[in-house]
């Protein structure tokens, strides 16, 4: 039985493990599909796309490398899916990141800050001259405002390339991205 105070969520939520859906149900209430780990098979994608289509998707994997391909494969292979995203400083415990290990207030506020794919229509967020010359990428602190921007954006740290594709990938709106740096340079200049 769902605790009234948590909130309903029509989309069905992909995670790696048991342990993520026990605190994805703690925290929402929601159903999940787990993808068993980093290896996906055919089985697990058709469960997902099934949902994708009746329900809606959201891809809420660990902020780790592993949960990074995932995310991938599944983007590539079924169009149209939300991403939430959680903070690595988040999702610690144990020695080890993972949703798992994330409190449920954590775990609300990255499915309320979900992130649907960018379907081309607006105006992409920068070029990649534009990228560089913000900072993103080739400067001492990049990888610093990076992962600030990232927090701001609610969008989960990548590397540089990365950063720059996941910009596209979710639809991050040029005025969004330009306060979401005002605010990171404000906060590291000081």
């Known amino acids: 039985m ?3 105070g948590q909130a309903s969520i029509r989309e069905v939520i992909v995670v790696e493990g048991k342990n993520d859906t026990a605190a994805v149900r703690r925290a929402l209430g929601a159903d999940t599909i787990e993808t068993g780990g980093s290896a996906i098979d055919d089985r697990v994608l058709r469960e997902i796309r099934r949902a994708h289509e009746a329900r809606g998707v959201i891809v809420f994997t660990d902020p780790d490398h592993e949960g990074e391909r995932i995310r991938r494969v599944i983007s590539r292979e079924i169009p149209g899916v939300k991403h939430a995203f959680l903070p690595r400083d988040k999702a610690l415990g144990k020695g080890k990141v993972g949703v798992e290990h994330a409190s449920p207030e954590a775990i609300r506020e990255a ?3 979900v992130r649907s794919t960018w379907s ?5 967020p920068l070029t990649w001259e534009e990228y560089v010359d913000t900072g993103f990428s080739g400067m001492p602190d990049s990888r610093e405002f990076r992962r600030r921007v990232a927090e701001l954006l609610g969008i989960g740290y990548a590397n540089a390339r990365q950063f720059y594709r996941r910009l596209h990938l979710l639809g991050v709106g040029r005025e969004e991205l330009r306060e979401a740096i005002r605010e990171a340079r404000k906060e590291i200049d000081g």
Do not use: S, W
Not at 120 to 124: F, K, L, N, T, Y
């Open 111 to 113: 499915v309320e800050r």
């Open 120 to 124: 081309g229509a607006e105006e992409p």
């Open 2 to 4: 769902k605790d009234p």
